[in-house]
């Protein structure tokens, strides 16, 4: 339980430990891609989490770093071409930032400091909970900015589930002039910058409230 | 030769690696909370990084394309980066031992810089030259060091400045790396491509 509030939300790695921030940025400009890459990420988090976590008991630990870094290789790669078979407008949208997610630090982190030192069931747990807190702040971050920056959401949502998802597009008609600076690099970092903030704020309470207990207590 | 000023010129402030391209994010934000450090990674992440895109262009050259493996393009590149880092260490530490010292820790943080093994691929992408690729990955390094030598000074400021309790640290800087950002799209149309 605790392992999936920390994915989540208290240890979120998109939002508390700032790791993958490359992603994070740079492929929020729509929804669509937002969901693509962070369902890629939370594949590959799920794939090297369990290698890592199986192969725990005989590797030797003056190489375990370069096996980790290989074994991520090898399963982004794979993605990778998969993404290239089936996905291929993704793929081309998302461009260099498929295969940047074996530099992603996230999942190097939860390989070192989790998958390591934990059975194969729990590895799996925190790579579906950090993969999936990962995913939300790319839909959460992808939808924000596609709806300021061009009035639309969920646009080419086809290249994901078929033809028939065009439909599903909302735009907000010709008459929105469309905020520029959303769909910009600056706007990227406004963007997090502010959901950082919310983020901190709604916690706010949380902590105020803990404080007097514990003097309380004492 | 004018072409390759434009190339340098082009990546070090037009297409800037970390505030238009989204590339070594991690390192910008993380060991930019003091001068000293980010200078250090910025001089060690240059090293690498022009070393890294020759490297991988003559992997890719003369390995990957001629025995038609171009799709272990990514496992073949992080490998060499890796690679690249440790010898780097290694050499560093045998030649200049204060110069390990400044440099000593960052290097292993460079292998999972996204910019070493993104300007690789974007190398790649673009179907640069010889010349193009390292001048490619020498400017994407300069463009880099300034900005997080840059950015590290405003955060030494910020520090003294009194923020909004929510926006206190992160959000605070990525509010200001936006503003970098802004600042940094006038030099847009500067140089064409």
Sequence with gaps: MSVC???????????????????????????????????????????????VSVSRGWLRPEVRIAVYVLIIACAVSAI????NAWFHGLYTALGIFVPLIVTNCTILARAETFASRQPVGWAMVDALAMGTGFTGVLIVLGGLRELLGQGTWLAGAALMFGPHADAWTFSAGDAYPGFLLAALPPGAFFALGLLLAAKNWIDRP????????????? | MADYALILLGTV????????????????????????????????????????SLASF?????????????????????????????????????ISPMLHNVLG????????NCAVLGVALLNVQRAHGFTES???GFG??????????????????????????????????LLTAGLMSLAFMGFSGLVQG
């Design chain 2, 58 to 94: 003559l992997m890719h050259t003369f390995v990957l394309v001629p025995l038609e493996l171009e799709y272990l393009r990514t496992v073949a590149f992080i490998v060499i980066i890796a690679a690249l880092v440790q010898f780097t260490e290694m050499f560093v530490r045998k």
């Design chain 2, 134 to 136: 390292v001048l490619h």
């Design chain 1, 5 to 51: 509030s920390a994915g989540l939300w208290r240890n979120n790695p998109g939002l508390v430990q700032l790791l993958g921030l490359c992603p994070l940025l740079a492929v929020t400009s729509t929804l669509i891609n937002g969901l693509a890459l962070g369902l890629a990420t939370l594949l590959t988090l799920l794939v090297s989490n369990t290698l």
């Design chain 2, 105 to 112: 820790i960052f290097l292993p943080l460079i292998t999972t």
């Design chain 1, 80 to 83: 990778e071409l998969a993404m």
């Design chain 2, 13 to 52: 402030l037009v297409n800037n690696l970390v505030l238009t391209q989204f590339l070594g994010l991690c390192p910008f934000m993380g060991v930019s909370r003091k001068l000293e450090t980010a200078v250090g990674m910025g001089l060690a992440t240059t090293f690498v990084l022009t070393l890294a």
């Design chain 1, 206 to 218: 949380v902590a105020a409230q803990a404080a007097p207990a514990l003097t309380a207590d004492s």
């Design chain 2, 140 to 173: 994407a390094a300069l463009g880099f060091t300034l900005v997080l030598v840059a950015f590290a000074a405003i955060r030494e400021r910020l520090l003294l400045a009194d923020v909004p309790g929510p926006f206190k640290g992160n959000p605070i800087a």
